[in-house]
C-alpha cells in the first residue's frame, strides 16, 4: 500500500507537504485543506482503520490529498529525511504518548523529527485525565505539561508553543467531547519545531 517511490510521486510535486497522523474520519483534516486553500501544498492523512479510511475518503476529494490506510511507523518510513513541512498529531493513542510507554514511544518521535524539514513543525494535542475520572488539578495538570514539554525537547525539538486546550480552528469528534468536560479531560497544544541544527 505503501511505497517510496508512491509517496514521493504523489508529493514531489507539491512546495509543502503536511501529514496527519492519525487521520480519523478525516474531520480534521478537511478543516485544515478548506482553511488554508492551498493547492501547492500536499495534505497525507494516515490512518490504520480500514472503514475511518473510508469515510476520510467520502470527505476528502481533493486532487492534493493523499490518503494511505496503514500505520504511522510504514509511512513516516517512506518519506525521505529533511522532507515534511508539518506533522499534526491529534489525541495520539496511548502508546505514542503516556508516560508509562514513554521508552517505547521515543524513537517514533525521533524518526518525525528526521522527517521535517529544518524549521519544519510537529503540532500535536494531547490530552491528561485522571486515573479515576476525578477533576484534573491545576497542579496535576503543570506537572504533567511540563514533563511533556521537557521531553520532547530532550528528543531536540524547540518549542515553539505551549498553550492550553486545542487550537479551535482544529475540529473533530474527541476535541468536542473533551472540550465539553474540560474539569476532567485537560488538552495542552505543542508547536514543536526542528532546529537548523538537528540533521539526518
Known amino acids: ?10 508529493t514531489s510535486k507539491c512546495h509543502k507537504v503536511v501529514v496527519e497522523l492519525g487521520l480519523g474520519d ?11 486553500k492551498s493547492t501547492q501544498t500536499c495534505y497525507v492523512g494516515i ?14 476529494r481533493e486532487k492534493n490529498v493523499y490518503l494511505v490506510n496503514e500505520s504511522f511507523e510504514k509511512v513516516i518510513s517512506c518519506f525521505p529525511d529533511n522532507y515534511v513541512d508539518e506533522f499534526i498529531f ?3 493513542p ?27 513543525s ?18 496535576e495538570f503543570e506537572i504533567w505539561k511540563n514533563w511533556l514539554m521537557s521531553k520532547f525537547t530532550s528528543l531536540g525539538f524547540i518549542i515553539k508553543e ?8 482544529f475540529s473533530s469528534h474527541y476535541l468536542e467531547q473533551f472540550r465539553g ?16 541544527s538537528i540533521s539526518s
Not at 500500500?1 to 504523489?10: E, H, P
Not at 500535536?124 to 479515576?132: A, G, R
Not at 468536560?181 to 537548523?196: A, E, F, G, N
Open 1 to 10: 500500500m505503501c511505497s517510496k517511490d508512491s509517496i514521493i510521486s504523489t
Open 26 to 36: 478525516g474531520q480534521l483534516l478537511e478543516k485544515v485543506v478548506r482553511d488554508r
Open 47 to 60: 490512518e490504520i482503520d480500514a472503514k475511518q479510511i473510508q469515510l476520510a475518503r467520502d470527505k476528502l
Open 90 to 92: 491529534v489525541l495520539p
Open 94 to 120: 496511548p502508546e505514542y504518548i503516556d508516560k508509562s510507554m514513554e521508552s517505547q514511544w521515543s524513537s517514533f518521535y525521533l524518526d518525525i523529527i528526521k522527517k521535517l524539514k529544518e524549521n519544519g
Open 122 to 139: 510537529l503540532t500535536m494535542v494531547t490530552e491528561i485525565i485522571n486515573n479515576l475520572l476525578e477533576p484534573v488539578t491545576d497542579c
Open 162 to 169: 505551549a498553550y492550553d486546550d486545542s487550537p479551535r480552528y
Open 181 to 196: 468536560d474540560t474539569s476532567r479531560i485537560k488538552m495542552v497544544t505543542l508547536i514543536l519545531l526542528k532546529p537548523h
